[in-house]
Nanobody, 115 residues
Framework: VQLVESGGGLVQAGGSLRLSCAASGSIFAINVMNWYRQAPGKQRELVAALTRGGSTNYADSVKGRFTISRDNAKNTVYLQMNSLKPEDTAVYYC??????????WGQGTQVTVSS
């Protein structure tokens, strides 16, 4: 599976961004789609997950502000980010967990939230 993220950028605190992750290849074999982020000097952390069956899971730090969703017709997963905070600044990565075999990562997209 190949993943391409888009939608990052610079936004003021309190603003919104929507990230997109377009998937191609063996899409039928995807089990879970995740969004991770990595801030400078910090470990990569799971932000949101969307299972094959439609269940979602969020990091406590983004609950109520971020929403993960998908458009099956476009083979795209989204991360809607509202009420952004400076601490949300990071490179955001899309990740696909496969039913069998190794997962895939996108190239990452930078999100910068100014105070």
């Amino acid at each position: 599976v190949q993943l391409v993220e888009s939608g990052g950028g610079l936004v003021q605190a309190g603003g919104s961004l929507r990230l997109s992750c377009a998937a191609s290849g063996s899409i039928f074999a995807i089990n879970v789609m995740n969004w991770y982020r990595q801030a400078p000097g910090k470990q990569r952390e799971l932000v949101a997950a969307l299972t094959r069956g439609g269940s979602t899971n969020y990091a406590d730090s983004v609950k109520g502000r971020f929403t993960i969703s998908r458009d099956n017709a476009k083979n795209t997963v989204y991360l809607q980010m509202n009420s952004l905070k400076p601490e949300d600044t990071a490179v955001y990565y899309c990740n696909a967990e496969m039913i069998v075999g190794f997962g895939s990562w996108g190239q990452g997209t930078q999100v910068t939230v100014s105070s």
